[in-house]
């Protein structure tokens, strides 16, 4: 798929009346309250479902976690290159 949607669902909350709607995709300009017909809405997105970037900032700080835990031996290694120089 490489469609750019929004990612996750964004759910837009009626402000008359508290229903909410769903949008998976892209969020309408103006939407319209299936329940008592407003058009004021409180949105909220919520990345439900990770896509690739999402994807990748996690493996990155997985990495970075993981370089962290060996990050006492690599320390000593660039001290001791930066003595050698
Ligand atoms: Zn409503």
């Known amino acids: 798929m490489g469609s750019r949607n929004v990612n996750g669902v964004v759910t837009l909350?009626?402000?008359t009346c508290g229903k909410e709607l769903y949008?998976?995709?892209?969020v309408p300009a103006a939407a319209t309250c299936t329940q008592c017909a407003g058009t004021v809405f409180r949105t909220f997105s919520t990345p439900t479902e990770p896509d690739e970037a999402a994807i990748d900032a996690l493996e990155v700080q997985a990495?970075?976690?993981?370089?962290?835990?060996?990050s006492p031996e690599t320390t000593r290694g660039d001290v001791r290159d930066l003595d050698l120089l």
């Open 13 to 15: 909350v009626c402000i």
């Open 63 to 70: 990495r970075s976690m993981a370089y962290g835990d060996s």
């Open 23 to 26: 949008f998976t995709h892209d």
